[in-house]
């Protein structure tokens, strides 16, 4: 069992950055594969990085890539988005989510088994 808390959203300008943090619970974090997702009001969820276990692996969504990384400390339990020049279309609460299958990476919203409450994050014009 994976326990997930999600934090560092809030309010900022465009151009800005913001850190993202989830942190875990459960010994077997190490081995999971993480990944963040984000979903604005009315829309899909959609799939934002994924980390494979060993941190070696990073796959990022189209629409962030060149702005956003993610990183993990297996020390800390901890996964981080690094969300560098923002725009408004990235206003949405973002979650994090781990995949317990040791597959590595993955996009779709099934592959995930523990997920956090969300954060939200708005960015202003």
């Known amino acids: 069992q994976v326990r997930l808390v999600e934090s560092g959203g809030g309010l900022v300008q465009a151009g800005a950055s913001l850190r993202l943090s989830c942190a875990a619970s459960?010994?077997?974090?190490?081995?999971?594969?993480m990944g963040w997702f984000r979903q604005a009001p009315g829309k899909e969820r959609e799939f934002v990085a994924a980390?494979?276990?060993?941190?070696?692996?990073?796959h990022l969504g189209d629409s962030v890539k060149g702005r956003f990384t993610i990183s993990r400390d297996q020390a800390k339990n901890t996964v981080y988005l690094q969300m560098n020049s923002l725009e408004p279309e990235d206003t949405a609460v973002y979650f994090c989510?781990?995949?317990?299958?040791?597959?590595?990476?993955?996009?779709?919203?099934?592959?995930?088994?523990?997920w956090g409450q969300g954060t939200q994050v708005t960015v202003s014009s």
């Open positions: 989510a781990a995949d317990s299958s040791g597959a590595t990476m993955r996009d779709d919203l099934g592959a995930y088994d523990y």
């Open positions: 459960g010994r077997t974090f190490s081995s999971y594969a």
């Open positions: 980390i494979s276990w060993s941190g070696r692996g990073i």
